[in-house]
């Protein structure tokens, strides 16, 4: 996975007197001072001292090749944004450096590539150099985070942003022109104090705005400077938006909702800042960016991260593959020579590995390549989870915080209940390869123990909901619907894993094409009934149905089988324990359907459920369902 900087400047070594060309003081230009000295100038006054750096390519490759870069983005020098400007200039600017831009990275051995920049004043002219760059050769733009009194939620400004998710193009917001010029004179105020605060309004606007609700999915956009002052006061945020209407906006969710809808770079400077930052965002969300070549750029590009105490993977994320990602480009397996040429950097000793095996795979990782470090908190992700709750009332009610971590603590025992399920089929089909094993069926009686096990304190579970007063629910509900049971992947495909398949209810699954896919897949496999059956065939007990025998036979003989291996304890004690298992489980899911009704009735009465179902008296049908029903039928012709 190649190390890339996202977030570089760099600035022509030579440069047409603008102000001469369009007849407007004040254009930023170049003075070289000295060999691989200049600097920037606006009119008569010193902007910026800059070095080689901004221009050489070979400079800037053998300093990559120092700090363990493989790929810098390169982009404009925000002071050429040029928004305030007559649109055409700015235009004329953005072309002339946008072509410059790709003469710098066609000298850069396929290392350097870059960002454009657009006279965003302009948003007809703005989308047409979008779309002229990203067929020259550019992987995205550049923009400043407002055009004036504009901020990124202005309507013509995210017509732009539709355009650049419709032209795959990534999108890097940096702050300029930064607010209270005239209360930061000194200091570099502007950049210390004005940069984050700036890029905090940019963000804030686009969740309050309802701009990320409306904008595509698919708009790939990061913020410099680790997104300023966001993520620190992301609390003091979903606090406004919580308690005021006002600080609401139009946004459909809380401000927490959004983190997904966006990137933002690692220039942070303090592994503290960091490690905040990459829980916050998340692993997925941070990439690397240094703000290369400039003064307040990290010094060693990189080390930031490399120095870290993450993990190879989440460093790797970092690093490179977050970067593929919001760059749109494709994931790359091998890392590259000068990944590893970072030897004061690498300190942990940790060679950067390719994340391949996806993001849970990847914090999996973290843990045990973590080795010593390894904490209660890191390997149960404990931070994690416990910033998984997120009421929808507002102001928040009490008990919703109850209402949501009962329902997430149900569907943690799904999860356990289809891994030990699916472990349970494995084993029989073991069974079915060598009849004679005793292995597969101890094996899978004793996983059903476990199973039973679980589905008695889910059945208890109910209880601790019931505390909740039914008015207090329903001060809540109306803001949970369409949300309803029926949409629980998990409880449906416990149900189809063992036997119970309605294809019916997979409509229920139409807007999550993941969950679809998932429970189509449930159906079409074996369920365990019909491997525990398998079994009893390879075992000789069942004798395979002939091809003319009806549902109803076919059905007799496998009850007729169960009774025979009851008949036989002597030889099948192994197995009967299986069928008592079974069946016990079968009972027990039948117990948790009932509580749930009770709960149900007593929390909502007769009311019909936010799934649109009629209610208790829809979910008292579901009383009749049973897993195993042979297991049960058999009981009908046993005798002591
Ligand atoms: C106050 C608490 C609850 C109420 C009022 C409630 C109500 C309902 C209602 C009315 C339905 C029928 C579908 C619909 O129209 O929405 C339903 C289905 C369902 N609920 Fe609940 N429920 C509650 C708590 C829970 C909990 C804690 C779970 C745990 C996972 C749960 C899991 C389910 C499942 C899996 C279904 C689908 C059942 C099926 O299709 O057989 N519910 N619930």
Known sequence: MPVTD????FFPESWPDLAARFGTPDWPRIQHTAPGKALIMIGNRTF?????ACWDANVRLEQMDRDGVDRQIICATPVLFAYNREAQHARDCARLFNDAALELCARGRGRLRAL????LQDIDASCAELTRCMRAGHLGVQIGNHVGDKNLDDPGILTFLQHCAGEGAAVFVHPWDMMAAQRMPKYMAPWTVGMPAETQLSLVTLIASGAFDRLPANLRICFAHGGGSFAFLLGRLQNAWQRKEAARGAAQFPP???LGRFYVDSAVFDQRALQFLVEVMGADRVLFGSDYPFPLGEERAGALIRESQFSPDTKTKLLGANAQTWLGLPQE????ATTKAAPADNSSGCPVRSTAGGADAAHKDDDAHAGKKLTYSSYLQVPELLRLQHPESSPEHHDELLFIIVHQTYELWFKELLHDLDAVVANLRATCENPTSRDG???AARLLRRCTEIMRVLVEQFTIL???LPTHFLAFREKLAPASGFQSEQFRELEFLCGLKDEKMLRYHELTPETHAVL????REDSLRDVFFQALEALGTLQPPAAAATEEEKFQARAKAIHALYRDERHHRDWIDVCERLTEFDELVVSWRLRHIQMVERTIGIRMGTGGSAGSSYLKLTLEKKFFPELWEARTYLEG
Request: glycine share 0%; charged share 20%; aromatic share 10%.
């Open 6 to 9: 996202i977030h570089t400047h």
């Open 48 to 52: 910026r001292e800059i070095s080689s």
């Open 116 to 119: 454009c920049q657009v006279p």
């Open 256 to 258: 927490h909702h959004y």
């Open 333 to 336: 397996a091998a890392a590259p």
């Open 441 to 443: 069926v101890y094996e």
């Open 466 to 468: 019931e505390t909740m």
């Open 520 to 523: 189509f897949r449930r159906l």
